[in-house]
T-cell receptor
Framework: DAKTTQPTSMDCAEGRAANLPCNHS???????VYWYRQIHSQGPQYIIH???NNETNEMASLIITEDRKSSTLILPHATLRDTAVYYC?????????????FGKGTRLSVIA | GAVVSQHPSWVICKSGTSVKIECRSL??????MFWYRQFPKQSLMLMAT?????????EQGVEKDKFLINHASLTLSTLTVTSAHPEDSSFYIC????????FGPGTRLTVT
């Protein structure tokens, strides 16, 4: 799986959009970008994934650059409950029985 | 969506005793489950891959005789920490090989 680079931490004001970047310059053509988050003392939660087109669901939007070397997860209206560590993971899909490998992620703090 | 449960959610045990953690897929069958552990302020580290009806595959550095994994059915995998020591105190999380890679809520183990 391609390596990803994320900022260690970010702050965001409540109600504002949170934009979390991820660099994955060595991504292969058949690798997808996945985002998970982990709220303190809970298991990780799937957010969204994409290949090359921008994706949106009820939780977030995923913007992938045209060269696919980086992406941004957007939480449109961050709330205090969005405070968590966000993980960007690049991997082949479908991935069969291979595990997700987590990097250090970005610790997002949403501030009132 | 697919739900994974873990039991117990937290446990305190004395040094030298063994502790069993259960991971169940509630509304789907999982031929493969993954076990992670997470130390404070660190990311999830993959410990082993558990396959139904066969031996688990352990990551380098994880003692298979200390962390016994059993995947006897398509809905249950167990992790037994044998002869636990304080350094085994950690947050243990399981995940299932299924759409969205659902994760359990985690089990916090404290060895005194």
């Amino acid at each position: 799986d391609a390596k990803t680079t994320q900022p260690t931490s970010m702050d965001c004001a409540e109600g504002r959009a949170a934009n979390l970047p991820c660099n994955h310059s060595t991504i292969s053509g058949n690798e997808y970008v996945y985002w998970y988050r982990q709220i303190h003392s809970q298991g990780p939660q799937y957010i969204i994934h994409g290949l090359k087109n921008n994706e949106t669901n009820e939780m977030a939007s995923l913007i992938i650059t045209e060269d696919r070397k980086s992406s941004t997860l957007i939480l449109p209206h961050a709330t205090l409950r969005d405070t968590a560590v966000y993980y960007c993971i690049v991997r082949v899909y479908p991935s069969g029985n291979t595990p997700l490998v987590f990097g250090k992620g970005t610790r997002l703090s949403v501030i009132a | 969506g697919a739900v994974v449960s873990q039991h117990p959610s937290w446990v305190i045990c004395k040094s030298g005793t063994s502790v069993k953690i259960e991971c169940r897929s509630l509304d789907f069958q999982a031929t493969t489950m993954f076990w992670y552990r997470q130390f404070p302020k660190q990311s999830l580290m993959l410990m082993a891959t558990s396959n139904e009806g066969s031996k688990a595959t352990y990551e380098q550095g994880v003692e298979k005789d200390k962390f016994l994994i059993n995947h006897a059915s398509l809905t249950l995998s167990t992790l037994t920490v044998t002869s636990a020591h304080p350094e085994d105190s950690s947050f243990y999380i399981c995940s299932a090989s299924y759409t969205g890679r659902p994760f359990g809520p985690g089990t916090r183990l404290t060895v005194t």
